[in-house]
């Protein structure tokens, strides 16, 4: 039998006892974690003194949930999966045939992205299609971006860079710095920033070729918090925690502007509803067009020279030295092509928002970055793009639970809550697909026949 506690559907006495006891235990667990957190909560009354409120319901309601989930995992789910994973062990594995979804997935998923700004404009006008477009679409394909990017770095080097967001500051305060003082459009601030982002990559790079692993980590983590306290006490220059404001907008090719007070603008000039939509859907397109950039250099660069020697040093690094491989040159070229992707975002990002502060890179921001990149799988671009539609735009639903109440209680205010409820989301998707969304890939480089790599390699780096 694949497992002896679970016989045709029925669940043992024993089984049933260590799920109770299980239960038991993750209800206590709980109760003290979230006891001074939900259960007890500080408020100030009429006479503004502190006082504590109780919401021994709200509580209860939480463990309750806990308790019965984590029954019902004990008892039901983890018996199957082992049944199944048994059956699976048992039956030769058969290679299937690729589907017509899986065949032609990218090319239905551009398609789909060409027209969604124009369905979300049909289907809610210009006003109702803003947060579609932008908060669902630019938010999301900005990440995209920058995930693909430090892609470059960790899932194809093999180099832990927790600072990836300084890149990201760089290019923003590069297109903002530059915009404001010397009047330079978007088109000519887009690759100066990736240039700029670059540079600092390489200057991140020297200091870090001899370093690996946790090492490598707090170094470039303090590369990040370096970027940021320069930015927040340079207030010459960068006006420190006020920010720059005012900050041009991307025109269409240099030709015609979205600024109402200019005359060659394009609600005038093509007769348009006069609405902010116009903009963030030209933003959508060139965002889009950015991805679709930073997907076909990644694609080409694994199968130059270059990016055999980001696999090679991913694998091990003194086999890649005994090859002859510079390993010094390999590390610059990761760094700095990555941080171009990241420099380029950053530019788009201060485009698109209009201003910039220190307070837009924080140390979360590269946080987030890296858990798409692992979540989604490294080395897949198609997993790290269902990642950062999964945590971004997951996160934008989450904004709205007001259905909540119904659960926990008119008091509950969900938005307080919608990053705990999105991280035990998280813990679900890594325990069901420990190796990402995409746990295999194809490798960029074979002998006779093309097989697909085990996601157990994916992760390790083999391949």
């Known amino acids: 039998m694949a497992n002896s506690n679970f016989v045709a559907g029925k669940t043992a006495p024993g089984l049933v006892r260590k799920g109770l006891t299980d239960a038991l235990w993750t209800a206590l667990i709980t109760f003290g974690m979230f ?7 500080t408020d100030q009354n009429i006479d503004n003194q502190l006082v504590i409120v109780q919401r021994w319901g709200l509580l209860a309601s939480i463990v309750a949930i806990a308790t019965v989930g984590r029954f019902l995992v004990t008892v ?37 992205l060409l027209v969604y700004p124009m369905l979300a404009l049909a289907l809610f006008g210009p006003q109702g299609s803003l947060t579609y477009v932008d908060n669902f679409g630019i938010q ?21 860079d927790l600072g ?13 710095l530059l915009s404001t003082h010397f009047g330079l459009s978007f088109w ?30 707090i170094v470039t983590l303090a590369f990040g918090e370096i970027i940021r306290i320069v930015l927040t006490n340079w207030t010459d220059v960068t006006k420190g925690s006020f920010g720059i404001s005012n900050i041009t907008k991307a025109s269409l090719f240099g030709l015609y502007t979205f600024d109402m007070k200019d005359p060659h603008n394009v609600i005038r000039t093509f007769g348009l509803s006069t609405s902010s939509a116009w903009y963030k859907i030209f933003l959508f397109y060139v965002i889009l067009a ?17 990016g055999r020697a980001w696999e090679a040093l991913r694998e091990d690094e003194i086999a890649c030295r005994s090859l002859g491989i510079n390993t010094v040159t390999t590390k610059l070229t990761a760094f700095s092509t990555g941080a171009m992707f990241g420099g380029f975002a950053g530019s788009f990002f201060a485009a698109r928002q209009g201003f910039v502060s220190p307070e837009s890179f924080v140390f979360l921001e590269s946080a987030v970055i890296l858990a ?45 809550y919608r990053m705990l409820i999105f991280g035990l989301a998280m813990v679900v998707v890594m325990l069901v697909k420990p190796r990402g969304f995409v746990g295999t890939r194809e490798p960029t480089a074979f002998l006779k026949e093309q097989r697909a790599v085990s996601g157990s390699f994916t992760k390790e780096g083999h391949g």
Request: aromatic share 12%; charged share 15%; hydrophobic share 60%.
């Open 35 to 41: 006891v001074l957190y939900i259960g007890l909560k």
């Open 76 to 112: 039901f789910i983890q018996p199957q999966l082992a049944a199944r994973k048994a059956t699976k062990a048992k039956v030769p594995p058969v290679v299937a045939e690729p589907g017509f979804v899986s065949k032609n997935f990218n090319k239905m998923a551009l398609a789909f």
């Open 140 to 160: 999301i394909l900005i990440y995209v971006m920058l995930a693909w990017g430090l892609n470059i770095v960790v899932g194809l080097a093999g180099l832990l």
């Open 164 to 176: 990836y967001v300084a890149f990201y500051a760089v290019g923003a305060y590069s297109y903002a």
């Open 188 to 217: 000519i601030l887009l690759p100066l920033s990736g240039i700029f982002a670059a540079l600092w990559g390489m200057v991140l790079g020297f200091p870090v070729l001899r370093l690996r692993g946790d090492y490598l980590a």
């Open 290 to 306: 950015l991805c679709a950039l930073t997907a076909y250099v990644t694609i080409r660069l694994r199968r130059m020279p270059i």
């Open 372 to 416: 798409i990149v692992v979540l989604g799988g490294m080395g897949s671009l198609k997993g790290i793009a269902i990642a950062a539609i999964a945590m971004i735009g997951g996160t934008e639903l989450l904004r709205d639970m007001d259905f909540l109440k119904i659960i926990f209680g008119a008091d509950f205010t969900p938005e307080l």
